[in-house]
């Protein structure tokens, strides 16, 4: 009940495109970008920030997945 809030505020902006995401480790500023993956860091383009391993740092300042933030383009 509770996601329908952001669902709806995202939902029909971009349905034509992959929805692809970028991310900011709020420590450095270090930007991860889903579309392009971080390919020196093992990730492929494409790979949804869900879909990282838990255990993954930021390769700047090792800060975990918990200190990154959704930004909004
Ligand atoms: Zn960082």
């Known amino acids: 009940m509770a996601n329908y809030a952001t669902f709806s505020k995202e939902g029909l902006n971009k349905?034509?495109?992959?929805?692809y995401k970028?991310?900011?480790?709020?420590?450095?500023?270090?930007?991860?970008?889903?579309?392009?993956?971080?390919?020196?860091?093992g990730i492929e383009p494409g790979t949804r920030w869900e879909d990282i391993p838990e255990d993954w740092i930021c390769p700047d300042c090792a800060a975990g997945k918990e200190d990154f933030d959704m930004i909004e383009l």
């Open 22 to 41: 970028v991310w900011m480790c709020i420590i450095c500023g270090w930007v991860y970008e889903e579309e392009k993956g971080a390919p020196e860091e």
């Open 15 to 19: 349905v034509s495109e992959n929805n």
